[in-house]
Protein backbone atom coordinates (compact mmCIF):
# COMPACT_ATOMS: atom_id res chain seq x y z
CA UNK A 1 0.00 0.00 0.00
CA UNK A 2 1.06 3.47 -0.47
CA UNK A 3 2.25 5.36 2.58
CA UNK A 4 4.48 8.38 3.53
CA UNK A 5 5.87 8.15 7.17
CA UNK A 6 7.58 10.90 9.04
CA UNK A 7 9.64 10.10 11.17
CA UNK A 8 9.60 13.03 14.36
CA UNK A 9 6.37 13.21 16.02
CA UNK A 10 7.64 16.68 18.06
CA UNK A 11 10.56 18.38 17.29
CA UNK A 12 12.14 21.47 19.60
CA UNK A 13 14.57 23.09 18.42
CA UNK A 14 16.14 26.79 19.73
CA UNK A 15 16.31 29.65 17.03
CA UNK A 16 19.28 29.46 14.94
CA UNK A 17 19.65 25.49 15.36
CA UNK A 18 19.75 23.39 11.98
CA UNK A 19 16.52 21.46 11.20
CA UNK A 20 15.94 18.28 9.61
CA UNK A 21 12.66 15.98 9.33
CA UNK A 22 12.18 12.98 7.82
CA UNK A 23 10.05 11.83 5.58
CA UNK A 24 9.96 8.61 3.54
CA UNK A 25 7.43 6.84 1.48
CA UNK A 26 6.72 3.44 0.04
CA UNK A 27 5.95 3.83 -4.14
CA UNK A 28 7.29 1.88 -6.30
CA UNK A 29 7.02 3.73 -9.19
CA UNK A 30 7.67 7.71 -10.32
CA UNK A 31 6.41 10.05 -7.32
CA UNK A 32 5.80 13.30 -6.91
CA UNK A 33 6.96 14.78 -3.56
CA UNK A 34 5.58 17.84 -1.50
CA UNK A 35 5.98 19.41 1.71
CA UNK A 36 3.33 21.41 3.28
CA UNK A 37 3.58 23.37 6.05
CA UNK A 38 0.18 24.49 8.61
CA UNK A 39 1.28 27.48 10.66
CA UNK A 40 -0.84 27.85 13.66
CA UNK A 41 -4.94 28.62 12.65
CA UNK A 42 -4.01 28.24 9.31
CA UNK A 43 -4.27 26.47 6.15
CA UNK A 44 -2.05 24.21 4.31
CA UNK A 45 1.07 25.88 2.12
CA UNK A 46 3.09 24.57 0.32
CA UNK A 47 6.56 24.96 1.21
CA UNK A 48 8.03 23.26 -1.79
CA UNK A 49 7.92 20.42 -4.45
CA UNK A 50 9.56 17.52 -6.25
CA UNK A 51 9.10 16.22 -9.82
CA UNK A 52 12.00 15.68 -11.87
CA UNK A 53 14.93 16.75 -12.02
CA UNK A 54 17.68 18.17 -9.67
CA UNK A 55 17.08 16.30 -6.53
CA UNK A 56 17.65 19.17 -4.03
CA UNK A 57 15.20 21.53 -4.42
CA UNK A 58 14.26 25.17 -2.57
CA UNK A 59 11.27 26.21 -1.29
CA UNK A 60 10.01 29.46 0.35
CA UNK A 61 11.43 30.70 4.05
CA UNK A 62 14.90 29.21 3.17
CA UNK A 63 13.44 25.71 3.37
CA UNK A 64 14.74 22.43 1.22
CA UNK A 65 14.61 19.40 0.31
CA UNK A 66 16.95 16.52 -0.80
CA UNK A 67 15.13 13.57 -3.04
CA UNK A 68 17.08 10.58 -2.26
CA UNK A 69 15.72 7.42 -4.59
CA UNK A 70 17.90 4.37 -3.02
CA UNK A 71 16.59 5.86 0.39
CA UNK A 72 12.97 6.18 -0.52
CA UNK A 73 13.34 9.62 1.19
CA UNK A 74 12.27 13.49 1.11
CA UNK A 75 14.07 14.75 3.97
CA UNK A 76 13.18 18.69 4.31
CA UNK A 77 15.92 20.86 5.95
CA UNK A 78 16.33 24.39 7.11
CA UNK A 79 20.38 25.78 8.41
CA UNK A 80 19.13 28.20 10.94
CA UNK A 81 15.00 27.68 12.15
CA UNK A 82 13.39 30.87 13.39
CA UNK A 83 10.14 31.11 16.01
CA UNK A 84 8.01 32.00 12.85
CA UNK A 85 8.60 28.46 11.98
CA UNK A 86 6.66 27.48 14.60
CA UNK A 87 3.74 24.95 13.06
CA UNK A 88 2.83 21.36 11.95
CA UNK A 89 5.01 19.89 8.78
CA UNK A 90 3.53 17.81 6.12
CA UNK A 91 5.35 15.50 3.75
CA UNK A 92 3.18 14.41 0.84
CA UNK A 93 3.57 11.46 -2.06
CA UNK A 94 1.12 11.42 -5.38
CA UNK A 95 1.41 7.98 -7.28
CA UNK A 96 -2.24 8.03 -7.56
CA UNK A 97 -3.53 10.26 -4.98
CA UNK A 98 -1.67 12.60 -2.42
CA UNK A 99 -0.85 11.07 0.71
CA UNK A 100 0.23 12.92 3.57
CA UNK A 101 2.46 11.28 6.48
CA UNK A 102 0.97 12.02 10.22
CA UNK A 103 2.93 15.11 10.50
CA UNK A 104 5.65 16.85 12.62
CA UNK A 105 5.01 19.36 15.08
CA UNK A 106 7.99 21.88 15.22
CA UNK A 107 8.39 24.33 18.30
CA UNK A 108 10.98 26.97 18.10
CA UNK A 109 11.84 28.21 21.39
CA UNK A 110 12.74 31.91 20.90
CA UNK B 1 -12.10 33.88 -5.15
CA UNK B 2 -8.69 34.22 -4.30
CA UNK B 3 -8.51 30.89 -1.85
CA UNK B 4 -10.52 27.90 -1.33
CA UNK B 5 -13.02 28.52 1.31
CA UNK B 6 -15.16 26.16 3.37
CA UNK B 7 -17.79 26.96 5.48
CA UNK B 8 -19.04 26.33 8.14
CA UNK B 9 -15.55 26.72 9.82
CA UNK B 10 -16.69 24.91 12.90
CA UNK B 11 -20.06 22.52 13.35
CA UNK B 12 -21.26 20.73 16.45
CA UNK B 13 -23.76 18.07 15.51
CA UNK B 14 -25.63 15.64 18.19
CA UNK B 15 -24.67 12.27 17.30
CA UNK B 16 -27.50 11.00 14.92
CA UNK B 17 -28.00 14.32 13.22
CA UNK B 18 -26.50 14.91 9.28
CA UNK B 19 -24.47 17.34 8.56
CA UNK B 20 -23.22 19.01 5.09
CA UNK B 21 -19.68 20.89 4.65
CA UNK B 22 -19.42 23.25 2.01
CA UNK B 23 -16.01 23.78 -0.59
CA UNK B 24 -15.85 26.61 -2.91
CA UNK B 25 -12.62 25.88 -4.81
CA UNK B 26 -10.07 28.23 -6.48
CA UNK B 27 -12.41 29.75 -9.81
CA UNK B 28 -11.04 27.28 -12.51
CA UNK B 29 -9.73 25.02 -10.85
CA UNK B 30 -10.75 21.73 -12.51
CA UNK B 31 -9.62 19.31 -9.50
CA UNK B 32 -11.47 18.99 -6.38
CA UNK B 33 -10.62 16.52 -3.70
CA UNK B 34 -12.00 16.30 -0.27
CA UNK B 35 -9.34 14.97 2.82
CA UNK B 36 -10.10 13.85 6.61
CA UNK B 37 -7.92 15.39 9.28
CA UNK B 38 -8.34 13.60 12.86
CA UNK B 39 -6.25 15.13 16.02
CA UNK B 40 -2.87 14.85 15.62
CA UNK B 41 -2.91 13.01 11.89
CA UNK B 42 -2.32 13.98 8.67
CA UNK B 43 -4.68 14.37 6.04
CA UNK B 44 -6.50 11.29 4.39
CA UNK B 45 -7.83 11.08 1.53
CA UNK B 46 -11.85 10.86 1.27
CA UNK B 47 -12.51 11.75 -2.52
CA UNK B 48 -11.60 13.17 -5.92
CA UNK B 49 -13.69 15.20 -8.76
CA UNK B 50 -12.88 16.15 -12.11
CA UNK B 51 -15.53 18.83 -12.85
CA UNK B 52 -18.45 17.62 -12.12
CA UNK B 53 -17.58 13.92 -11.81
CA UNK B 54 -16.74 11.95 -9.00
CA UNK B 55 -13.54 10.10 -10.25
CA UNK B 56 -12.96 8.29 -7.00
CA UNK B 57 -14.53 8.24 -3.76
CA UNK B 58 -12.23 4.91 -2.60
CA UNK B 59 -11.71 7.34 0.51
CA UNK B 60 -14.88 7.81 2.04
CA UNK B 61 -15.08 5.57 4.82
CA UNK B 62 -18.93 4.87 4.96
CA UNK B 63 -21.90 4.94 3.07
CA UNK B 64 -22.83 7.63 5.28
CA UNK B 65 -20.66 9.80 3.63
CA UNK B 66 -21.31 11.59 0.18
CA UNK B 67 -20.26 14.34 -1.64
CA UNK B 68 -21.41 15.47 -4.77
CA UNK B 69 -19.74 18.99 -7.42
CA UNK B 70 -23.04 19.06 -9.66
CA UNK B 71 -21.75 22.18 -11.84
CA UNK B 72 -18.39 21.47 -11.62
CA UNK B 73 -17.64 24.05 -9.01
CA UNK B 74 -18.85 24.24 -5.36
CA UNK B 75 -18.50 20.81 -3.97
CA UNK B 76 -20.86 19.56 -0.80
CA UNK B 77 -19.67 16.80 1.57
CA UNK B 78 -22.66 15.02 3.62
CA UNK B 79 -22.40 13.10 6.35
CA UNK B 80 -25.44 11.02 7.01
CA UNK B 81 -26.29 9.86 10.87
CA UNK B 82 -23.30 11.63 12.05
CA UNK B 83 -21.27 9.19 15.16
CA UNK B 84 -18.53 10.19 17.17
CA UNK B 85 -15.84 8.99 14.67
CA UNK B 86 -16.73 11.56 12.32
CA UNK B 87 -14.93 14.10 14.66
CA UNK B 88 -12.06 15.40 12.65
CA UNK B 89 -11.57 18.61 10.39
CA UNK B 90 -12.73 17.98 6.68
CA UNK B 91 -10.11 20.26 4.29
CA UNK B 92 -11.09 20.75 1.04
CA UNK B 93 -8.39 21.40 -1.95
CA UNK B 94 -8.40 22.36 -5.74
CA UNK B 95 -6.31 21.81 -8.09
CA UNK B 96 -5.98 23.48 -11.79
CA UNK B 97 -4.53 20.43 -13.14
CA UNK B 98 -6.67 17.57 -14.65
CA UNK B 99 -5.62 14.54 -12.82
CA UNK B 100 -5.12 13.42 -9.30
CA UNK B 101 -1.48 12.81 -9.66
CA UNK B 102 -0.05 16.04 -10.95
CA UNK B 103 0.03 19.64 -9.47
CA UNK B 104 -0.26 21.53 -6.53
CA UNK B 105 -2.92 21.36 -3.93
CA UNK B 106 -4.38 24.60 -2.51
CA UNK B 107 -6.16 23.79 0.91
CA UNK B 108 -8.88 25.71 2.38
CA UNK B 109 -8.87 26.09 6.08
CA UNK B 110 -11.21 23.33 6.88
CA UNK B 111 -13.69 22.93 8.49
CA UNK B 112 -14.12 21.32 12.26
CA UNK B 113 -16.76 18.57 13.16
CA UNK B 114 -17.49 17.69 16.32
CA UNK B 115 -19.96 14.97 16.70
CA UNK B 116 -20.79 14.71 20.89
Not at chain 2, 96 to 101: D, F, N
Request: hydrophobic share 35%; with cysteine; glycine share 10%.
Amino acid sequence: AQSVSQHNHHVILSEAASLELGCNYSYGGTVNLFWYVQYPGQHLQLLLKYFSGDPLVKGIKGFEAEFIKSKFSFNLRKPSVQWSDTAEYFCAAIENDMRFGAGTRLTVKP
Amino acid sequence: GAGVSQSPRYKVAKRGQDVALRCDPISGHVSLFWYQQALGQGPEFLTYFQNEAQLDKSGLPSDRFFAERPEGSVSTLKIQRTQQEDSAVYLCASSLRVGRGTGELFFGEGSRLTVL
